[in-house]
C-alpha cells in the first residue's frame, strides 16, 4: 500500500500516471529487458521459451533503433525541429564506442600491434594520430559518447538558431551536415578505417562480445535506456519547457514575441536530442560489430523520419513503436520475399502516410475512441 | 618510349634488308623491290598475310605490318584496317584468314585472299587476330601515311595529326613530298609539326635545333612530351639528350609553352566548373519546381531522372540504326515518361497532401523505393548502355593546350536552354501564370476559377518531366541504372536551397557557383575534401542567409 | 488499489504482447533434416545488387545442376537466400539468421570488403562456413572464410609487370587511381612498394583517390593527362569501384586520351560491368583477371551455355567473380563427399588441397591459406564487350594472403594444416599466431 503512494507522489509517478500509454510501453520494456535474457539464459535450446541468441542482437538492434526514434521524435514531434540529418549524431556515438572498442583489441590485432589498430599497420601509419587518445579508458569513452554529439549539435545548433534557419532549409542543410561527414569518414586519411569502419571488436570491460551473458547485457542495457531516455523525454515535454517548445512547434515568431528566447530553447532540445541519439549508436556498435561511414548516409536519416512518422509523430511512445515496427518489416521482407521487399516498404510508406496520418499509435486511438464512443451512447450525436 | 621505338625500327629495317636479298631468291620471277616498295606475287602475298595467323610475339607482328605496308599487295590497306578495327579473324580449321562482321548467329566471313564469300559462320569458328596497343601506335602511323594521299581533305588532316602522335622516321619523306602538295593550311600545320617530331629524333644537330624551334608557339601536347623528355636522365646520370645545345633550347621552348598552357588551364577549369554546373542545373532545376514552386519534398526526383535515362536506353534499342538520332527523340520521349509518371504520383498519392510538405518526403521516399525496384525487375539491376551519338563525342580543339568535350559544351547549351524555355513557360503562357496563381494563394486562385487541380498535376508533371530529360543528358555522361537518381538527389536539393527556394534564377546561380567553386577546389584539396568544402560552405551560408541567396521578398514566404 | 490492479494488468498485457513477438520470430524455427541447406548471402537491391545478383543466380544455377545429378551424399540441396541489402550490419544480422535460425551448412556470399569484415566476427563466432569470389586486398585469412577471388598477388602485380615488359608498352610512368576504400588502398601501397623495388621514382607515380560513385572527372583525367606528358609512357592502374567506371572512360574518351596514348589496366571491370558500357571508345585499355569469357577452354563453352540457357537470356556475360563461385562451389561438394558430411571442421579440413578445374582450361587449388592457385590474364576491352586476351601467366600463381611488399605483413604467414601453425596470422618473427583469440 505504502508503495503505490509513494509512487503516486513521486514526480515520476505522476508523470507516468497521466501517460497510460507511456506506462504501458514501460512495461512492456521491463518484461522485455527481464525476460529475453531469462528466455536466452536459462531455458534449453529446443524448448517452446528458448529464445536464440540472434534474436536477442536483433531486439536489442531494434530498441537502438527506438532509442534515437524517440531522440527525433523529441525534436520534432514537440519543437518542430525537422532533422534529416539524426543519424550523424548516432554514427558518431557509434565511432566513438566503436573507437573505445577497437583501442581494447590491444595485441589481438592481426598484426599484434600493442597500439595500432589493424587498418593503420597495414596501410603504414606509424603512430597512433592524437585524436584517438584517451579512448583505451572506458569512462572517458562513455564521457565522449556523449560529448562528441552534443558538441557537434551545439555549434550547429547554435549557428543555425540563432540566424534562424527553420523549415526545409534547416531540413536540408542537417542534410549537408551528415553527407559531408559521410564524406569525410570515407577518407581513409581520416584514420578512422575509411570504407571499412571499425570492425573485428573482441570484447567491453574484459567481457567477451561474443558470449550470450554480455550480449543479454547489452540488450537489457539498451532496454534500460530506452525506458530512462522515454521517462527523461516525457519530463521534458510534461513540464513548463515543455509547453514552450510545443508553442515554438505551433507558432514560433509568436513565442519570440511574447519574451521568450525561443534559440535557447531549440538549442537545449536539440542538444538533449542529439545525446541521446548518441548514446542509441554506443549501444548499437557493440551489438552489431560493425560501425562504418554508411551510418552517416542521408537516407539513413530520412529512415529515422519515417519511423517516427509510422508509429506516430509527437507522442513519443510512438515513435518507439514505430521504429520496432518497420525495423521488423524489414527484417521480415528481406528474408522472406528478398526479390520484391523494396515495393512493399515502398507501398508501406506510402499507405501509411495516406491513410495513416497520425501513424500506428492514430489508429490505436481512433479504434479506442470508436469504442468509447459505443460503450457511451448518450455522445453519439455529438461527434460524427 | 622513345627507345623501343629505335629498337623495333632497327629490327625492321634488318628483316627489310633480308627479306630484299632473299625474296629473289625464293622465287626467281619477283621482280627487285624498288624505292621503299616491294613487289611481291600473288602465292608470296599468301604466305606473307598468313604469317598474320602465325605471328605471336608483338615484336614479329609489328615487322610483319610494316612488310605488308610496304608491300604492294592490292589489300594490304583493307588488311590493316581490318587489323586496326578488329575485323580480321581466322577460322579455325582452314587457317584462312578472313573479314568477319559480327552477325545474329555469328560473323558474316569474307576470304581476304580472292574476297570468295563464307557466309556466316559460327561466332567459335573463328579467331581474331589479337593487337595490342603497340601494335595498334604502329597501325596508326603506317596508315596515317597511306591516307595521306587521300582526296579528302578531313582524312588528310586525321592523318596529319595520327603522324603527329605517332613519329617515325620512316615517315619523313612521305611527310615532305604530302607538304609539296598539300594546300589546306591546317593539314599543313600538323604535317610540319609532324615534321618536326621526326627531325627531333634526327642525328643532326641543326636539324634538331629547328625541330624545336618550330614548337614556339604550338601547345602540343606530345610535343610537350619529347621536348620534356630530353631533359630526362637515364639510370646512370647521363641526360638522355646528349648535346647541351639541344637540351637548354628544348628547355627554354618548353618553359614558355607551359607557360602559355597555364593561361589555357584557367579556361579550362572554368569551362569544366561551367559544365558541372550545369549539370547541377539540369538536376535541380525540375526540383525547382516540385519542391520550389509547390514546396513538395519530392524524393522520388531522382527516380524520375532515371525513368528518362532508361527512356533514353528504350528508345535506342528501338532505333539501333539511328544512334546519331536517337537523343533527339529520346528528349521528348523521356519528357512523356517522367511527366506522365509524375502527374499519376500527383493524382494519386500527392494531391491527397497538400498542406502536409513533411509528410509528401515520406511518401515520395516510398515511391521513389518502388521506382527503383520496378527497374530492377524490368531492366535487371545491371546497368544498361547507351550509346553517344558522333556528334556528342571528342572535343573542339582550340589548341593543343585547350580542347573542350562535345558533350560538356552541348551539356552547357542545353541546360540553358531547358531554364530559358521554363522562365518563358512560366512567366510569359496563360498556363504559366496560372501555375504561379495556384501556388501563391490556392484557395484565392480557386474563387477566381482556375482549376487548381488540374493545374497542379500539371505542375507536378512539369517538373518531374524537366527531371526526365536531364535523365537524357545524364545517360551521356554516366551509369544508366537503378542507382542514378540516387546519387544526384541531394545535390539537387543543395542546389535549390542555396539558390532560394522558389526561384529559378537563384537555383541557375547557385548551380554554375557551386559547379565552379568545386573545380576550383579540386586541384589543390582533392575531390572529396572539395565537395566536403562546399558542403560546409552551403551550410555557413544558409546561416548568413537563411532563405538563400535569392530569398523571395512578400508576404507569400510568411509562414 | 486502483493503481496495483492496473499495473497488473499492465504486465499481463505486456507479457502477451512479448510473448506473441518472441513467438512470430521464432516460429520458424523448423528444421529439415533430409536437405542439405546452401546460404546465398548476396545483396539483391541497393548499390551492390547491380553485381551481385548475378552471383546469386550462379550459386542457384550450381545447385540445380548438382540436384540434377542426384545431390549430395544422397540429398537435395536447397538454396536459402537473403536480402542484405548493400547494408553492412544487414549481412551480419543476416548471416546470424542464415547460421542460427534456417542452420545452413555452407553461405556463398558477400562482395564487398566491408561487407566481408561485417561478416567475420559472427561467422568465426558460430563456425560457420563461407565462400568469398571476389578479388580483394589480401590481408586476411579466417578459419571459416575460404577466399576464391585473387588475392592482390594474382592480379595487380602481374598487370604491373605486363605493362612493364616490352609487349606491354614498357610503361615507365605510373598513375594508381583508385576509389577511396581499403582495396584501391591496400593494392595501391603494395604497387607504390613493388614498383619502387623495380627501380621507379617517386616522382613517376602518382596516387589519386576519389569517392565512390565519383561521377565528375573532367580535373583528374585532364591531370593524368598532363602527368602523361612528361617525355615517359604512363599508364593508369585502375582501381575504381563500380559505378564510378563509366564517367571515368567516357572522359577518358572525350578528352582524346586513347588506349595507345595512356592504356588504362582495370582490376574491378569485367564482362558484366562493360555490358554497361558504350564500349567503343575503351577499345584496347586492359583488364587483369584469372578468367574471361573469352577463354579457350571446352569447360569454359560448356558453362556458357549452361548459363545462358539458365538466365535465358542469350545476352548475359559470365565474369571473373563467377569463375571464382563456380570453383567455390565445386570445391565444397568435391569436400563434402570427401568427408562424406557437412560438418565444417570436417569439410575444412577435407577443403586444404583439393584441386577442381576451373574454366580456363587449368586447375584450381586449395591452399593452405585458404586462397587458390590461379592463373592470371591481361585482357584488351574489344568493342563486343569483350576481352581480348593478349598475356596470361605460363603457371598458376599461388594466392598470397599476407603481401610481401609491406613491412608488418610480411612478417605473417597463415597455414591451417601444419599443425605447428594452424592459423591465419602466424607471425614469422615471434613464431606465434599474433593475438588472435581463436
Known sequence: MLNTKIFERSAIGRLLLADKAGSYLLMVLFAAMVLVPLCNLLMPEGSFLHIPTYIVVLLGKYLCYALLALALDLIWGYCGILSLGHGAFFALGGYVMGMHLMRQIGERGVYGN????????????????????????????????ALVPAALAFVFGWLAFRSRVTGVYLSIITQAMTYALLLAFFRNDMGFGGNNGLTDFKDILGFNLQSDVTRCVLFALSALSVMLAYILCRAIVSSKYGRVLVAIRDAESRTRFMGYRVEHFKLFVFVVSAILAGIAGAL?????????????GPINSIEIVIWVAIGGRGTLFGAVIGAVAVNYAKTYFTGAFPEVWLFMLGALFVISTLYLPKGIVGVVKQLQDRRAERNAPTSQGAQS | MKLTHIDTHAVFRFILFCLVIILPMQSTAAPIATVGQIKIQREDAALLLNELITAKSTVDKINLINLIANSNLPQRVAVLEALQSGDLYYTKKAKQLVYAHSHADGYSA????GNEDLGVVGSRAVRKISINNELRTVLRGVLAEISLRSENTAERLQAAKNLVRSPAAEFLPAIERALVMESDAKVIEALKLAAAMVNLNSDEQVLRLEAIESFRGSLDSDAMSLLAAMQLTDSDGNYLEPDDLVRESAAAVLKQMRSEAKIYKLIENTFFGLSLGSVLL?????????FGVMGVINMAHGEMMMLGAYTTYVIQLLMPNYIDYSIIVAIPAAFMVSGLVGIVIERGIIRH????????????FGVSLILQQAVRSIFSPLNKSVTAPSWLSGSLEINGALSLTYNRLYIIAFSLIVLLLLVFLLKKTFVGLQMRAVTQNRAMANSMGIRTGWVDALTFGLGSGIAGIAGVALSQLTNVGPNLGQSYIIDSFMVVVFGGVGNLFGTFFAAMSLGVANKFLEPFAGAVLAKIFVLVFIILFIQWRPRGLFALKGRSVED | MKTKSSIKAFAKHSSIVLAAATLSLSASIAHAADTIKVGVLHSLSGTMAISETTLKDTVLMLIEEQNKKGGLLGKKLEAVVVDPASNWPLFAEKTKELLEKDKVDVIFGCWTSVSRKSVLPVIEELNGLLFYPVQYEGEESSKNVFYTGAAPNQQAIPAVDYLMSEGGGSVKRW????????YPRTTNKILEAYLKSKGVAEKDIMINYTPFGHSDWQTIVSDIKKFGSQGKKTAVVSTIN???NVPFYKELANQGLSAEDIPVVAFSVGEEELSGFDTGPLVGHLAAWNYFMSADAEVNDAFIDKWLAYIGDAKRVTNDPMEATYIGFNMWVKAVEK???????KVHDALIGISVPNLTGGVATMLPNHHLTKPVLIGEIQENGQFDIVWQTEAAVPGDAWTDFLPESAKLEADWQNPKIMCGNYNTETKKCSGQNY
Open chain 3, 339 to 345: 568427408a562424406k558430411t557437412t560438418k565444417v571442421d
Open chain 2, 110 to 113: 569474307v576470304a581476304v585472299i
Open chain 3, 175 to 182: 598513375v594508381l587511381a583508385g576509389t577511396d576504400y581499403v
Open chain 2, 282 to 290: 539540369l538536376t535541380a532545376v525540375g526540383l525547382a519546381i516540385t
Open chain 1, 284 to 296: 548499437y556498435v557493440p551489438q552489431v560489430g560493425i560501425i562504418n561511414p554508411g551510418e552517416f
Open chain 1, 114 to 145: 600493442a597500439d595500432l589498430p589493424d587498418f593503420m599497420v597495414f596501410l603504414n601509419w606509424t603512430e597512433l594520430p592524437w585524436y584517438w587518445y584517451g579512448f583505451d579508458s572506458f569512462f572517458f569513452s562513455m564521457f565522449m559518447v
Open chain 3, 242 to 244: 563500380g559505378d564510378a
Open chain 2, 353 to 364: 497532401l497538400y498542406g502536409r510538405p513533411l509528410e509528401t518526403l515520406l511518401a515520395t
